[in-house]
């Protein structure tokens, strides 16, 4: 960033009482492109994902975790006890400071300790205010409690995921709170840059669910328009053939798909155009649809015959064939074979190819950050760079109440003595 | 106006985004980005190529299976309530005209191949140079630069070396993707951020423009819930947990039962196990059906947080598969909230469609397709701002169906004139 240009969101404060994994991960957007972000936790009750390890040497502690540290770099955070007589006022107060207010409790919870966007926009007129629980703030189930391993399944991931004989088992992450927060960020942000021009605050009531259903695809309309139902499909696609992943010989998957022409003239180009591949019933596109399983047999074939372990030889002889050795392939070397004729096709990564990735590691996309109890550890910033005023993921996650002195004494105005005797009453507890 | 053939888009006074404009050249990782833009307010136009239109209109399902530049359910999905123009980039004369419109956008969406936008007028200096204050958002299958900068994808690429796939599937069938494209439903949705944060930099720093490179890769990198740290602190690789749950990288407790009438989800095994597990075995117990869960010796281990050895996990587990499987799923996620345990039921389409929570919110809008005289269900407000509501904008336009509105009135382009422009194949 050239020093003439300020962060983004520089000068914006922002009260974060959002927990888990939605309401952080749009914080987080706002902390690491310069806002000033305040987690307000409880001691008492630390919030859920303080609590889920993975833990620092395996032991657990609220300074420990990292799956709260990834979502909460950037960020400051404070305690409060908001059931001490003192506890609201004391937030307020703070509040008053601040330009954004976001939460994902479930409905009322704020309006119980007197934290509604109608009391809170009293104290400060241009405030942005988002509710991020599962359902929104109406309606039968916006009490329901749940996270994102539930709410994929009632916002149709589960049934999206799996193949079409088994159970609709779902994507193995609590798949919308990392979908679902990109919208709310989306909102928020857009109401900021129209308060930043008119002076107006709002309110955003978000339902988790209602955005999950815009990444479903085409299945909504499918099933309004059509009325057909779309369902789990392994790793096959209503558009394309082949489309599947393949088990190398070392055991790693390798995807591959042909969605256009293009690929699969390339495909046929790189398998050295098989007998198979070039029959008439192979010709077009929905044709080869209707051959999936004959494809796939072709190709699983082919992935166990040309493919290689790391440590095996790359020509290899065939048993009971004369003629020269055949070209074996590492899982790589299929990948970049592949590449290099313009075929879609890439290597299933696991978390720890994931972090040897020389993509992400030009990207930099890991961020590496020092936490005082936990050490040099990697957090994901995020999947874009801006060329003039990038994130910068300043610090990392705060330990539980790290700022109260910085934010109760500078912000609030609490003097020494107040601090101590409301400290010693449990106010920040 | 005739009621009967509303304005494609409707307008949009009143969106947070209204006065913005937005140029959309994407492909599937972008289409939807760019129709969130429009329903916060921003005036999207979508820019197609002459004649044929984009090559998306080509993507199924198509509406009553018949194939056609106007019947693809995917091209209703995303580019919903855009306008359209059609335009020939590969043209000195529409480069000429890309100019002019970048000279009144705030934000252009691209999805070239990297290298290949700038004989287009479409990469960075091409578009900065026809307005310094233009944003413009890229968003490609690995970023601009890297060992894989060139590399195809499609989603399902996407999904593997984005790493949800490992993390997604069982140890019986191996990884498996989610069928509704979810690399590309990341990579639109974050670049929709990007393009906000773009947008708010410019307005704090006196109209600058940028550039906004967005990956693929590591829109889906970011869905990988806590692996990423499980690899970084413990160095283990979780991996598909089929019906069961990921805890730290090893598999845990079941999650997903049949019931009478389809799937639900179960936290922890209901809360069978962990702290809130009475509440679900009070339940079991006053149906009868506890299978003596209900003792004090089991309800005390139950609740402990101790790991329990496989044998009374299975126990547990077919416990409550037993009581679950006679009854319907919305009447036991009722019950089980009731009770305090946050589950749900697994939806298909249409039952998320014919939710009672859905209609009591009046989440669902009907869009008129006067072309073909019927109105379809759309997804509605993925948010609802108070001051400045979201809105759905009407059907997807057809091919250069605003060419004369937006040559005309954008560009002061006549009608002889881009009738000349037409003869060229340049519009």
Not at chain 1, 300 to 305: H, K, N, R, V
Not at chain 2, 109 to 136: C, F, H, K, Q, R
Not at chain 2, 399 to 409: C, D, F, T, W
């Amino acid at each position: 960033m050239s020093d003439s240009l300020q962060k983004p969101f520089a000068g914006i404060r922002v009260a974060d009482f959002a927990w888990v994994g939605v309401g952080p991960i749009v914080s987080k957007y706002l902390a690491d492109h310069g806002a000033e972000v305040v987690r307000i936790e409880s001691s008492t009750y630390p919030e859920a994902l303080r609590r889920v390890g993975p833990f620092v040497d395996d032991v657990p502690g609220v300074d420990r975790s990292g799956y709260y540290a990834n979502f909460n770099s950037s960020k400051r955070g404070i305690t409060v006890n908001l059931k001490h007589p003192r506890g609201p006022e004391l937030i307020k107060r703070f509040i008053a400071t601040c330009d954004v207010v976001t939460e994902s409790f479930t409905p009322g919870t704020m309006a119980k300790f007197g934290l509604d966007y109608e009391s809170l926009r009293q104290l400060r007129p241009d405030l942005l205010m988002i509710s991020m629980p599962l359902y929104g703030q109406t309606g039968p189930w916006s009490s329901y409690m749940g996270y994102g391993h539930v709410l994929q399944a009632a916002a149709g991931y589960n049934h999206m995921t799996g193949w079409p004989d088994q159970p609709p088992i779902g994507t193995g992450v609590a798949y919308t709170d990392f979908l679902v927060p990109h919208l709310a960020a989306t909102a928020l942000i857009a109401a900021l840059d129209y308060r930043r021009r008119t002076g107006k605050g709002q309110y955003i009531d978000f339902g988790q669910m209602e955005a999950a259903i815009h990444g479903l695809g085409t299945a909504i309309l499918d099933w309004t328009a059509n009325g057909h139902e779309q369902i789990r499909l392994g790793n096959h696609d209503m558009e394309a053939a082949p489309h599947n992943a393949y088990r190398c010989r070392d055991g790693r998957w390798v995807v591959l798909a042909c969605a256009t022409e293009k690929h699969w003239e390339g495909l046929k180009a790189a398998l050295g155009r098989p007998e198979w591949c070039d029959m008439d019933r192979m010709r077009r596109r929905w044709q080869r649809i209707n051959e999936l399983k004959e494809i796939d047999r072709h190709l699983s074939f082919w992935f166990e015959d040309f493919t290689r372990r790391g440590d095996e030889p790359a020509l290899q002889a065939e048993e009971g064939v004369e003629g020269p050795p055949v070209r074996k392939f590492t899982t790589e070397e299929v990948v970049q074979l592949m590449q290099s004729f313009g075929v879609p096709c890439g290597i299933v990564q696991s978390p720890e190819a994931m972090h040897a990735d020389p993509q992400l590691a030009h990207r930099g996309h890991y961020w590496k950050l020092q936490h005082p109890v936990m050490g040099l550890r990697a957090y994901d910033g995020p999947s874009f760079r801006l060329s003039k005023t990038p994130a910068e993921l300043t610090k990392a996650a705060p330990c539980l109440g790290e700022d109260n002195e910085y934010v109760y004494k500078e912000i609030v105005g609490l003097s020494d003595e107040e601090f101590i005797e409301l400290l010693a009453d449990g106010a920040f507890e | 106006m005739n009621p009967e053939s509303p304005p494609v888009p409707l307008e949009h006074p009143a969106g947070p985004l209204a006065g913005y404009r937005v140029l959309d050249f994407a492909d599937e990782k972008g289409q939807l980005c760019a129709r969130i833009l429009g329903e916060l307010g921003a005036d999207v136009i979508k820019v197609e190529p002459p004649r044929d239109g984009d090559p998306t209109r080509q993507n199924g399902p198509f509406f009553k299976g018949e194939t056609g530049p106007d019947t693809s359910i995917y091209w209703w999905t995303m580019n919903a309530g855009k306008r359209s123009i059609t335009l020939q980039p590969r043209l000195e004369a529409g480069r000429q005209i890309l100019r002019r419109l970048i000279a009144v956008s705030d934000i252009i969406i691209e999805t070239n191949m990297p290298g290949e936008a700038a004989p287009l007028g479409l990469d960075y200096p091409s578009v900065s140079a026809a307005n310094p204050s233009a944003i413009l958002v890229s968003i490609t299958n690995f970023g601009q630069t890297g060992p894989y900068a060139k590399w195809h994808a499609t989603d399902i690429v996407g999904q593997a070396m984005g790493g949800l796939m490992y993390l997604n599937g069982d140890d019986e069938h191996g990884p498996v993707r989610v069928t509704a494209p979810q690399a590309y439903a990341q990579a639109n949705f974050q670049a929709a951020v990007g393009a906000m944060i773009a947008l708010y930099a410019r307005g704090v720093n006196n109209g600058i423009g940028q550039h906004v490179d967005v990956s693929m890769q590591e829109a889906v990198a970011n869905a990988m819930d806590n692996a990423q740290q499980i690899w970084d602190i413990r160095r283990i690789n979780a991996s598909g947990p089929g019906i069961h749950r990921n805890n730290n990288g090893v598999r845990g407790a079941r999650y997903l039962f049949e019931t009478a009438d389809g799937w639900l989800v179960a936290l922890q095994v209901g809360g069978l196990i962990g702290p809130g597990a009475n509440a679900i075995i009070d339940w079991l117990a006053e149906s009868g059906e506890a299978r003596g869960l209900d003792s004090p010796e089991w309800r005390a281990r139950l609740t402990s947080m101790q790991p329990l050895p496989p044998e009374d996990t299975r126990y547990v587990e077919e416990t409550l598969a037993a009581f679950l499987r006679t009854r319907k799923k919305e009447e036991l996620v009722a019950e089980a909230q009731r009770r305090g345990a946050g589950w749900a039921p697994v939806l298909s389409p249409r039952e998320i469609v014919e939710s009672h929570h859905l209609a009591a919110r009046d989440y669902w809008v009907r869009v008129h397709h006067e072309d073909i005289g019927e109105s379809f269900i759309y997804p509605g407000a993925p948010f609802k701002l108070g001051e400045t509501p979201w809105k759905q904008r009407g059907r997807a336009p057809h091919i250069g169906e605003h060419n004369a509105a937006v040559y005309g009135e954008l560009l002061g382009i006549d009608a002889a004139e881009l009738r000349r422009l037409k003869l060229k194949m340049v519009v």
